[in-house]
């Protein structure tokens, strides 16, 4: 492969935004350069000039909660690791990190292998794994250090969803020891299922079926209090801990006290909990709302939950955004909680927007561009053991790239911009300022004015190294 030379953009990092041309040789970067200043000896082998003029030039996305092909809810995620990938390529995302999922009597190898199944050879952009607990028990707990050893190096457990994924207090204690011992980090799904389960069965019983009480049976003080609890087994166990699709305000108020007494507690947001709301999306009318369907759920906007979010999100209590990208479809999927919201798949889709809707934020005034790197695409690459070969525009660094427009304008909708295997889009009618042009994975591009140019199969399994985040 030949040296690619981009030229005249703002190189925009985590501490700045400089004019920089960025030279590219096979899959790495090479050298930043003073604008014109490239040399004789080096432009001799420059095979391809982008000129990024007026444009930012920034590292790719690292998308680090996707769940493509998931069997949830009685169903599968819509979107293959082809279809999700590829989406996720359009939209500035060049590394996602997904979750192999372990059910109750399953080994965890064997998960892990059967992830390993459906994503070789598939996938658009380069990916790594987290590994669901579904079942914490002696032989489990053994199969952790196998796992991070072969790069698997974060485990999610669930204070939700008894009978499928949850588990106990104990369970959560003891995987945290082992994390603790190895260095993992955990991943938490931090909402109090049993009380929940308690709420959902009240509701049905009063005929409360739409799905608007799915977010009303999910109260933020249910996830704040559970937040509270991980915070604290994290605390007694020394394990690292990363709490999952945070949409309550009070959570991150949690999370910020303990990062404030200098604690290894990390807590990341989505897009839907910073643009959605449970009046206007969970509310809408008829059984619209199930697209909205999520867990965490959306959040009341009267409550004040959003403004919070952009708050902490700008003081740095939140670390990274992503996107817990696990689509259905209406027909066929989201249609079958009809009649009783609790049977609707939770999942939203959106691995394609992340990008432009979180530079809507620096558009609104509400985090810099240096910010909107960071949680997009540094944050998650360092949180998650893949820096500094990820996340960022350094020479050695794999020549992840993205040629973002500032001054663009992006249309989201069906039949608009949507790559992913949804038959409806959360974001319908979003119109938001700028637009990812062009994308590099590894050197190559594989989007470029409007057009994919990338294969099935480019993207390549990442070995992880243990978290480079810890306080
Ligand atoms: O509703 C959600 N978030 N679905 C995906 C599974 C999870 O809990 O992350
Ligand atoms: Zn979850
Ligand atoms: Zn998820």
């Given at each position: 492969?030949s040296r690619?030379?981009?030229r005249?953009g703002t190189?925009?990092?985590?501490?700045?935004?400089?004019?920089?041309?960025?030279?590219v040789?096979?899959?790495?970067?090479a050298a930043?350069?003073?604008?014109g200043a490239?040399g004789?000896?080096l432009?001799a082998g420059?095979?391809?000039?982008?000129?990024?003029?007026?444009?930012?030039?920034v590292?790719?996305?690292?998308d680090?909660?996707t769940?493509m092909q998931?069997?949830?809810?009685?169903?599968e995620?819509?979107?293959?690791f082809?279809?999700g990938?590829?989406?996720?390529?359009?939209?500035?995302?060049t590394?996602?990190?997904?979750f192999?999922v372990?059910?109750a009597?399953?080994?965890?190898?064997d998960t892990m292998a059967?992830?390993?199944r459906?994503?070789?050879?598939?996938?658009a952009i380069?990916?790594?794994f987290h590994?669901?607990?579904?079942?914490?028990?002696?032989?489990?707990?053994k199969?952790m250090?196998?796992?991070?050893a072969?790069?698997v190096?974060s485990?999610?457990?669930?204070?939700a969803?008894p009978?499928?994924f949850?588990s106990t207090d104990?369970?959560?204690l003891?995987?945290m020891q082992?994390?603790?011992?190895?260095?993992a980090?955990?991943?938490?799904?931090?909402?109090?299922?049993?009380?929940?389960?308690?709420?959902?069965?009240?509701?049905?019983?009063?005929g409360d079926t739409?799905?608007y009480?799915?977010?009303?049976?999910r109260?933020w003080q249910?996830?704040?209090e559970?937040?509270?609890?991980?915070i604290?087994?994290?605390e007694?166990?020394?394990?690292?801990?990363?709490v999952?699709h945070?949409?309550?305000?009070?959570a991150?108020a949690?999370i910020?006290e303990?990062r404030?007494r200098?604690?290894n507690?990390?807590g990341?947001?989505c897009?839907?909990y910073?643009?959605?709301?449970?009046e206007e999306?969970?509310?809408?009318?008829?059984?619209?709302g199930a697209k909205?369907?999520c867990?965490?759920?959306?959040?009341?906007?009267?409550e004040?939950?959003?403004?919070?979010?952009?708050?902490?999100?700008?003081?740095?209590?939140v670390?990274?955004v992503?996107?817990?990208?696990?689509?259905?479809?209406m027909?066929?999927?989201?249609?079958?909680?009809?009649?009783?919201?609790?049977?609707?798949p939770?999942?939203?889709?959106?691995?394609?927007h992340?990008?432009?809707l979180m530079?809507?934020?620096?558009?609104n005034?509400?985090?810099s561009p240096?910010r909107?790197v960071?949680?997009?695409c540094?944050?998650p690459?360092r949180?998650?053991?893949l820096?500094?070969?990820?996340?960022?525009?350094s020479?050695?660094a794999?020549a992840d790239?993205?040629i973002?427009?500032p001054?663009?304008h992006?249309?989201?909708g069906?039949?608009r911009t949507?790559?992913?295997?949804?038959?409806y889009?959360a974001?319908?009618?979003?119109?938001?300022?700028?637009?990812v042009?062009?994308?590099l994975?590894?050197g190559?591009?594989?989007?470029?004015?409007?057009?994919y140019?990338g294969?099935?199969g480019d993207?390549r399994?990442?070995?992880?190294?243990?978290s480079?985040?810890?306080?």
């Amino acid at each position: 492969m030949s040296r690619t030379l981009i030229r005249g953009g703002t190189v925009v990092s985590t501490t700045g935004a400089q004019l920089l041309d960025v030279l590219v040789d096979g899959e790495r970067i090479a050298a930043l350069l003073d604008p014109g200043a490239l040399g004789a000896d080096l432009a001799a082998g420059v095979g391809t000039v982008i000129d990024a003029t007026g444009r930012y030039v920034v590292p790719g996305g690292v998308d680090g909660h996707t769940h493509m092909q998931m069997p949830f809810g009685g169903t599968e995620a819509s979107d293959t690791f082809e279809t999700g990938t590829r989406a996720a390529a359009w939209g500035g995302t060049t590394t996602i990190v997904d979750f192999a999922v372990q059910s109750a009597g399953e080994r965890l190898q064997d998960t892990m292998a059967e992830w390993h199944r459906k994503a070789d050879g598939r996938c658009a952009i380069d990916y790594g794994f987290h590994q669901i607990m579904g079942s914490v028990d002696a032989e489990s707990l053994k199969g952790m250090s196998e796992l991070v050893a072969e790069g698997v190096t974060s485990f999610k457990l669930f204070m939700a969803y008894p009978g499928v994924f949850y588990s106990t207090d104990g369970q959560i204690l003891r995987a945290m020891q082992s994390a603790a011992e190895l260095g993992a980090l955990v991943m938490m799904h931090a909402e109090n299922g049993i009380a929940i389960d308690v709420l959902v069965e009240q509701a049905l019983a009063r005929g409360d079926t739409a799905p608007y009480f799915h977010g009303v049976t999910r109260p933020w003080q249910l996830e704040e209090e559970a937040t509270h609890r991980a915070i604290m087994l994290a605390e007694v166990t020394g394990a690292p801990l990363y709490v999952v699709h945070v949409s309550a305000a009070q959570a991150l108020a949690q999370i910020a006290e303990a990062r404030g007494r200098g604690r290894n507690v990390f807590g990341e947001t989505c897009p839907q909990y910073l643009y959605l709301s449970l009046e206007e999306h969970l509310g809408a009318p008829g059984f619209d709302g199930a697209k909205w369907v999520c867990s965490t759920p959306l959040r009341a906007r009267a409550e004040g939950h959003q403004d919070a979010l952009w708050r902490y999100l700008r003081t740095g209590d939140v670390t990274a955004v992503s996107t817990d990208h696990c689509p259905f479809c209406m027909k066929d999927q989201k249609d079958r909680g009809r009649g009783d919201f609790s049977k609707i798949p939770n999942g939203i889709g959106g691995v394609e927007h992340r990008m432009d809707l979180m530079f809507q934020g620096v558009v609104n005034g509400l985090i810099s561009p240096q910010r909107w790197v960071e949680v997009c695409c540094t944050a998650p690459a360092r949180m998650f053991g893949l820096y500094p070969r990820k996340g960022v525009i350094s020479p050695g660094a794999d020549a992840d790239i993205v040629i973002y427009d500032p001054k663009g304008h992006t249309s989201i909708g069906i039949g608009r911009t949507h790559h992913m295997n949804m038959d409806y889009s959360a974001y319908e009618g979003f119109e938001v300022d700028g637009h990812v042009d062009t994308v590099l994975a590894r050197g190559r591009v594989i989007v470029d004015d409007g057009r994919y140019l990338g294969r099935a199969g480019d993207g390549r399994f990442l070995k992880r190294e243990l978290s480079q985040n810890l306080l």
